[in-house]
C-alpha cells in the first residue's frame, strides 16, 4: 500500500523498470539481521556489500578506529553456516529491530513473503552502518554518525557507484537552524561524489517537548513546565539571537523562585526545594551565531520538584526577539512531562534541519490524513522543512528472526524516499540518463512530482512539506 500511494509500482514496470541495481543504499542504524531472507539472494548470498558494526571492537574499516567492519565474503560465510556457529564469525545483531525494518521498506526484496512485503529498491546492494554504543542513556555520539556518513559515500566512492543514505535518526539538541556542526558536516558530505542523504523529521509533533515565542521590551513571557511524579532529572535549552538580551527566573511548583538570573557567561547554581538547578550560557561559535541557554534540573534526593514550573523571560534590550525551547526527545523523560501550551511546529528533530538534506516526514498513507507525531516545520531560521512526506503509519517490514512487524513513525516514512532515490539514480546515473542526478538535484525532482493531498490547502506548508512522495511523477517526462 505505500509503495501504491507514494507512484512506485509505475516505475517497476513498462518504459522504466526501475529496482536499484547499481546503486548503494546506505543505512545508518540499529543495525540488521543480515540472515533476513529479504537481504539474500535467490542462492542465499547476501545483498549486503559491507557492514560495520560501531558496536563490536576488533577489526575497524581503513581510517577508522572503532568497531569491526564484516566484508560481503564474511557475510556470505556466516550464512553458509547453522546458528550459533554462524555468530561466531559474523557476531553482528540488530537487537532493536528498528534497522532491520527501514532496510526492509529501502530495499528489501520480499523473499520471505513472496515478494508481497518487498521494499522500494529491491535489487539494490546495501551498505550498512550499526551506530556506536551510546554514552550513558543518550544517543550515540554525534561523530559516530559523521564517521557513518563519512565511511558510506568512501565505499560508494571507492567502487563507483552512486548511494542513497537513510538515517532514521535524530534528537533535539541544538538550535533547529541547521547551524550545528553535525548539520554542518552533513551539508558538506552531501557534496561529494554522488550522493543523496535523507533523514527523518523525527516523531516530536505530538509530544509537548517545543514551545517558542516573540519577546517584546516591557512584557514578561511566562512559559510553564508540567513534571510528572517520578521524573529524576530533566533538561531544557533555550535558543535565542545572541543580541537579544533577557534575564530568566524560575519559580517551583510551591512558589518558590530564583531570578531574574542574569546573563553571565558559563555555569550558576542554585537550589528549590528538592531540585538543583543549574544553568549555562554558551557562547556563539564560528559555525552557529544562536545563543544556547542550557537549563537542567536535578534532585537533590531522588526526584526533582513534580507540579507546574515557570521559567519567566524577562526582556532587558530586544533586537529581534524570537525564542525557542526544547525538551530532550526520544523517550528520555516521563510522557507526563510537557509544555502545557506546546507548540507541534518547530518540531524537526536534528540532523533533519541539514539544508542538503532531503527531510522526511510522514503520513497516513491508508486514508491521506496526517501522521500526529510527525515532526514539522519550520525550521527556526524559516526555511522550508521538511522537504517532503512519505507513508509512515503501521507499515508492514522485516523483522529481526526472518518475518515481518508493523511499525510506525518518521523512520518508516523516511525509507520509502531513499528507496526511491536508488532508483532516480539507476535511471539518471546507472543508465546514463541523467548522470548528474543525485544531492539538491535529485531532492529537487521529488518535490516537483510531490501530490497535495487535500488536508492541506498551501504548499509548502509546515506538515507535509511540498506534498507527498509521487515517485512516477519525479521522473522528467
Known amino acids: 500500500q505505500g509503495r501504491t500511494v507514494s507512484c512506485i509500482n509505475p516505475v517497476q514496470s513498462g518504459v522504466y523498470n526501475l529496482f536499484g541495481e547499481g546503486v548503494y543504499v546506505g543505512i545508518i542504524d540499529s543495525g540488521i539481521d543480515y540472515s533476513h531472507p529479504d537481504f539474500r539472494n535467490e542462492d542465499g548470498t547476501t545483498r549486503i556489500a559491507a557492514l560495520w558494526d560501531q558496536t563490536i571492537a576488533g577489526n575497524p574499516p581503513q581510517g577508522y578506529d572503532i568497531g569491526t567492519l564484516y566484508t560481503r565474503e564474511q557475510i556470505n560465510e556466516a550464512l553458509a553456516m547453522p546458528m550459533p556457529q554462524r555468530m561466531e564469525i559474523v557476531p553482528s545483531s540488530d537487537s532493536s529491530g528498528h534497522g532491520t525494518h527501514v532496510a526492509g521498506i529501502a530495499?528489501?526484496?520480499?523473499?520471505?513473503?513472496?515478494?508481497?512485503?518487498?521494499?522500494?529498491?529491491?535489487?539494490?546492494?546495501?551498505?550498512?552502518?550499526?551506530?556506536?554504543?551510546?554514552?550513558g542513556d543518550s544517543f550515540p555520539r554525534t561523530t559516530q554518525l559523521m564517521e557513518a556518513i563519512d565511511f558510506s559515500i568512501r565505499y560508494a566512492l571507492g567502487v563507483g557507484k552512486p548511494i542513497a543514505i537513510n538515517i532514521s535518526f535524530g534528537n533535539n539538541y541544538g538550535s533547529h537552524t541547521g547551524d550545528s556542526l553535525l548539520e554542518n558536516y552533513i551539508d558538506d558530505a552531501a557534496n561529494l561524489w554522488k550522493?543523496?542523504?535523507?533523514?527523518?523529521?523525527?516523531?516530536?509533533?505530538?509530544?509537548?517537548n517545543h514551545v517558542?515565542?516573540?519577546?517584546?521590551?516591557?512584557?514578561?513571557?511566562?512559559?510553564?513546565?508540567a513534571i510528572s511524579d517520578f521524573e529524576f532529572s530533566i533538561n531544557m535549552q533555550i535558543w535565542k539571537n545572541y543580541f537579544d538580551h533577557f534575564d530568566i527566573a524560575i519559580i517551583a511548583p510551591d512558589g518558590t523562585r530564583v531570578g531574574p538570573i542574569p546573563r553571565i557567561l558559563g555555569t550558576q547554581q542554585f537550589r528549590l526545594g528538592q531540585t538543583e538547578l543549574f544553568i549555562y550560557y554558551g557562547d556563539p561559535t564560528p559555525y552557529n551565531p544562536q545563543q544556547e541557554i542550557y537549563i537542567e534540573f536535578i534532585p537533590v534526593d531522588t526526584y526533582i520538584n513534580s507540579g507546574i514550573w515557570t521559567i519567566e523571560l524577562v526582556p532587558n534590550e530586544i533586537v529581534i526577539g524570537n525564542y525557542d525551547i526544547w525538551l530532550p526527545a526520544g523517550g528520555l523523560k516521563n510522557e507526563g512531562t510537557r509544555f502545557p501550551l506546546a507548540s507541534e511546529f518547530t518540531t524537526?528533530?536534528?540532523p533533519s534541519t541539514a539544508e542538503r538534506a532531503i527531510s522526511v516526514g510522514a503520513y497516513d498513507g491508508r486514508n491521506d490524513s496526517y501522521a500526529p507525531f510527525s515532526g514539522?516545520?519550520?525550521?527556526?531560521?524559516?526555511?522550508?522543512?521538511?522537504?517532503?512526506?512519505?507513508?509512515?503509519?503501521?507499515?508492514?517490514?522485516?523483522?529481526?528472526?526472518?518475518?515481518?512487524?508493523?511499525?510506525?513513525?518518521?523512520?518508516?516514512?523516511?525509507?520509502?524516499?531513499s528507496g526511491s532515490a536508488a532508483l532516480l539514480m539507476e535511471w539518471g546515473i546507472v543508465r546514463n540518463n541523467d548522470p548528474y542526478l543525485y544531492?539538491?538535484?535529485?531532492?529537487?525532482?521529488?518535490?516537483?512530482?510531490?501530490?497535495?493531498?487535500?488536508?492541506?490547502?498551501?504548499?509548502?506548508?509546515?506538515?507535509?512539506?511540498?506534498?507527498?512522495?509521487?515517485?512516477?511523477d519525479s521522473l522528467p517526462q
Open 195 to 208: 550522493t543523496s542523504i535523507i533523514i527523518g523529521t523525527g516523531n516530536e509533533g505530538a509530544t509537548g
Open 212 to 225: 517558542g515565542g516573540i519577546l517584546q521590551m516591557g512584557r514578561t513571557e511566562a512559559i510553564g513546565l
Open 348 to 350: 524537526l528533530t536534528i
Open 107 to 135: 530495499a528489501g526484496n520480499g523473499r520471505a513473503s513472496a515478494g508481497r512485503y518487498r521494499g522500494v529498491a529491491y535489487m539494490s546492494q546495501i551498505v550498512v552502518v550499526k551506530l556506536g554504543s551510546s554514552v
Open 439 to 472: 544531492g539538491e538535484k535529485l531532492k529537487v525532482y521529488l518535490i516537483d512530482g510531490a501530490r497535495p493531498l487535500r488536508i492541506e490547502n498551501v504548499y509548502p506548508n509546515p506538515t507535509l512539506g511540498f506534498g507527498a512522495l509521487c515517485l512516477r
Open 376 to 417: 514539522r516545520g519550520f525550521t527556526r531560521d524559516n526555511r522550508f522543512k521538511p522537504d517532503i512526506v512519505a507513508p509512515g503509519v503501521n507499515i508492514m517490514s522485516c523483522s529481526p528472526g526472518g518475518g515481518y512487524t508493523i511499525r510506525s513513525g518518521t523512520s518508516m516514512a523516511t525509507p520509502f524516499v
